[in-house]
């Protein structure tokens, strides 16, 4: 078990950048892939990116490569999203997530944290 709380959204202009952290609980936080989903209101939830239990691999969707980067601390219990040239198109619930398998798929994770607003202004 693992639980997951994310950190460091807000209201941001176009340009901007944000760092979004998720602190998990427990000792067993590097057993696990970790993710980012996003959800607009009314779309799918959308995958953003993937890093594997030690951190060497990563995986993107199209929309964010180049922008975005995903990475963790062990050491510390924590996936971060750091996000860069922030677009209104990027307004969103960021929400992080735990995994046994590294996937792309929402299915695939079993553990989610509640998410955090990231609104991006014209």
């Known amino acids: 078990q693992v639980q997951l709380v994310e950190s460091g959204g807000g209201l941001v202009q176009a340009g901007g950048s944000l760092r979004l952290s998720c602190a998990a609980s427990?000792?067993?936080?590097?057993?696990?892939?970790m993710g980012w989903f996003r959800q607009a209101p009314g779309k799918e939830r959308e995958f953003v990116a993937a890093i594997s239990r030690s951190g060497i691999i990563t995986n993107y969707a199209d929309s964010v490569k180049g922008r975005f980067t995903i990475s963790r601390d062990n050491a510390k219990n924590t996936v971060y999203l750091q996000i860069d040239s922030l677009k209104p198109e990027d307004t969103a619930v960021y929400t992080c997530a735990a995994s046994r398998s590294f996937s792309s798929t929402f299915t695939d994770y079993n553990f989610w944290g509640r998410g955090t607003q990231v609104t991006v202004s014209s």
């Open positions: 427990g000792r067993t936080f590097s057993s696990y892939h």
